[in-house]
């Protein structure tokens, strides 16, 4: 008996699944939304944090930045941004031979 009543639920239960699903097909298509064309004039906006005695100098290659100099006031050394896969991400260049090093960490023996 509990079998059939679980079959008669489940059964009613898919019944109005699909008929519900169909009702909202049909009011979703009635909606008429209006596009919108997007504005010419509008940029996307950048904030660019600049220290005081700041200077920031930027390299381009067709209109597109690739790398950033940055220049902070004295006793700081400028360092370089540079965008490597062309993502819009900038990652810090290294300056120094110690900062372009780079240890082999191989396992060759433990005990």
Known sequence: MSIRIFALVVGTCFALGSSLS???AD??????LP????????RPKAEIKVPQGSKIE????N?????VKVIPPKPFPPYYLED?????RFTEVP???AEHLSV????????
């Open 95 to 97: 300056q120094t031979a």
């Open 84 to 88: 490597k896969g062309g993502t819009g």
């Open 22 to 24: 169909a009702w909202a």
């Open 58 to 61: 930027q390299y381009k290659v």
């Open 104 to 111: 082999p960490q191989w396992v060759i023996f433990r005990w």
């Open 63 to 67: 209109g597109k930045v690739y790398m």
């Open 27 to 32: 009011d979703i298509q009635k909606l008429h």
């Open 35 to 42: 596009t919108l064309a997007p504005d010419a004039k509008a």
